[in-house]
């Protein structure tokens, strides 16, 4: 592997432990709990900023190089290109529904549920399309200079939650992961 696959591929470890977390939340929802809307928000805020501003444009760099070469998965790669557009907006549209819920709109639970399992079904497929196929083209196309190239472009940020974490912007995130560690 290389860095920047490295990177990505923990990006996508820590991301199915949140998708877990946000899952275990919309359970409690779909039970008629009251979930920690708190949580949840701040859970999707670092989805936005992290994977639409870090994670999804260094995954588009990699696609780009790949699509401007002959070879295969050329489908693949551009429906992964689409969907990171469209998983913003699925993200942006349920975390909206989340606050309405916290300033106490009357929306109807099972239309704010549904764009949560929505949100979680496309993460997972796109997740499984990128580390299946794509990554693997990935690794057997490029070349160590390719990668090199890639590494200089990605963006470069901390990870506010995993990396240098930032407890004030994601205080009941952090403070979850914290008390799972613990446990």
Known sequence: MNALL????????RLAHLMVMLEGMLDRFH???????????ELLEYMI??????HHPSED???ERLLARPGQGHDVLRRLMLQHESLGQLNRRFKESLEGIVHEEVLP????EQQGRELLATLREHMRLEDEEAFPIAREVLSGADWAELQAQAPTADDPVFGKADP???RALYGQLQAEMRQ
Not at 49 to 54: F, G, I, K, L, T
Not at 109 to 112: H, I, K, Q, S
Request: proline share 3%; charged share 45%; with cysteine.
């Open 6 to 13: 490295d990177r990505l591929a923990e990006d996508h470890r």
């Open 31 to 41: 039970d008629g709990s009251e979930p920690d809307y708190e949580l949840m928000c």
């Open 49 to 54: 900023d992290y994977a639409d501003q870090v």
């Open 61 to 63: 760099l990699i696609f």
């Open 109 to 112: 639970r099972d239309e704010v």
């Open 168 to 170: 004030e912007r994601f």
